[in-house]
């Protein structure tokens, strides 16, 4: 008897485990909160089949073709052909050689160097005069002097930390060397780099949207930049997993909640990720420019970026310019205790949001705070991708959305 009632007891826990397990997924599946899956979209962008989502090897393109299909496989409508708005833009790579000698010592890109966004190719020798403690400048011969002719006073500089950027065009090569990694003070500099500056290269928004029930004219915008900094030299890439495969992840969940029937709001949700952002947010503002249905119809729109952590709180760009919007938004954390701070922002200049406001479309920039220090470096990978409130952005967002 005590073996069938023991027999009876753990099949009962499993049968509670189990309806648990089916409820929780059930939940998730209608609340857009699988966490594993975010973390799957991360890793998946962020992983060197992307190039770093940028200008080398077509990383830019095979993320707007991930997107594009993830759109798809969600159910979100086209307001053309295809999901892609495209347009053409200027742009700087770094495809081939990459190899820094200082002081004869061979550094390696990205870890103990990284050359600016604008710098050609050069191949050479250079010597280097000392300016103040932190930056040099190349001494011109004859032999240079061609190469160097706009070169400024500081072309080499010594840095605690190392970011990458994108440029729209190219001027003298210029370094910025790692602290940690130098011997000795900077006096001779072997370079053998390869640039090849595009002037039209063809960038894609990808943009879908879901209906609204009862008024579909008036529209919510949800916004994530999709591109990232791409590659410096064959080997050495940019993942972009925080800035934003994250922010990514985040815009795909929410965009599979409100494609459940139940969820859907009465005004029609647009999806943008937008191409471009690390070359100075040109795509927004080429959508701004060329918008798909006019920005008058625009509620509200919440661009999100940097969406891997929360531990410290949020920040919202814009916060302390529309300040019942922010005031709703506040109510609402504080109600629900979901970050132990919001923090207002002024305008900048700093994501897509950006172009949408100026135009006077109202409009958040949402990041998250505390934990990630990899920023615009290699270290920028999934594993520092906390996701400590992923969960909670979410369901602030939903609410707040909800609101409208």
Do not use: W
């Not at 604008?118 to 040099?136: I, P, T, Y």
Request: aromatic residues 12%; charged residues 20%.
């Amino acid at each position: 008897m005590k073996l069938i009632r023991l027999s009876s007891v753990v099949n009962h826990q499993f049968l509670l485990i189990f309806m648990l397990a089916s409820q929780l997924a059930t939940y998730n599946s209608l609340h857009g909160q699988d966490l594993n899956r975010a973390k799957r979209i991360v890793e998946t962008l962020a992983s060197p089949a992307f190039h770093g989502r940028g200008y080398v090897n077509g990383g830019d393109s095979l993320a707007a073709e991930y997107l594009a299909t993830q759109f798809n496989t969600i159910g979100l409508k086209k307001f053309n052909e295809k999901y892609f708005q495209c347009f053409k833009m200027s742009v700087n790579t770094f495809p081939g050689k990459m190899k820094v000698k200082l002081n004869g010592k061979r550094l390696v890109p990205g870890r103990d160097f990284v050359v600016q966004p604008g710098s050609r190719s050069f191949k050479g020798k250079l010597q280097l005069e000392k300016v103040d403690s932190a930056s040099f400048r190349y001494k011109t011969t004859k032999r240079n002097r061609i190469a160097l002719k706009d070169a400024s006073n500081r072309p080499v500089k010594i840095l605690n930390k190392l970011t990458f950027s994108v440029a729209n065009s190219t001027h003298f090569p210029e370094f910025n060397f790692l602290k940690s990694s130098i011997a000795s003070e900077p006096k001779n500099l072997t370079i053998n780099i390869e640039n090849k500056f595009i002037p039209s290269h063809q960038g894609r928004n990808v943009v879908g949207y879901l209906e609204g029930t009862s008024q579909k004219d008036s529209l919510l915008v949800i916004s994530a930049h999709y591109d990232h900094l791409g590659k410096m030299g064959k080997d050495t890439y940019f993942p972009g997993a925080n800035d934003n495969a994250s922010g990514v992840a985040m815009l795909l969940e929410l965009a599979r909640f409100y494609a459940q029937p139940e969820n859907r709001l009465p005004y029609t949700i647009v999806f943008i990720a937008f191409a471009a952002e690390e070359a100075g947010l040109v795509g927004s503002k080429y959508f701004t420019e060329n918008p798909l249905f006019p920005l008058s119809k625009i509620r509200f729109m919440l661009n999100l970026d940097l969406m891997g952590s929360g531990k410290e709180g949020i920040a919202v760009v814009n916060g302390s310019v529309f300040v019942k919007e922010f005031s709703a938004l506040d109510s609402l954390n504080k109600t629900n205790n979901f970050f132990p701070f919001i923090k207002p922002r002024g305008k900048a200049a700093n994501s897509d949001h950006y172009h949408f406001s100026e135009k006077g479309v109202p409009a958040f920039f949402i990041y998250t705070m505390g934990e990630i220090t990899a920023y615009h470096d290699v270290y920028d990978k999934p594993e520092v991708v906390t996701f400590s409130k992923f969960k909670e952005t979410f369901a602030l967002i939903t609410a707040y959305l909800k609101k409208f």
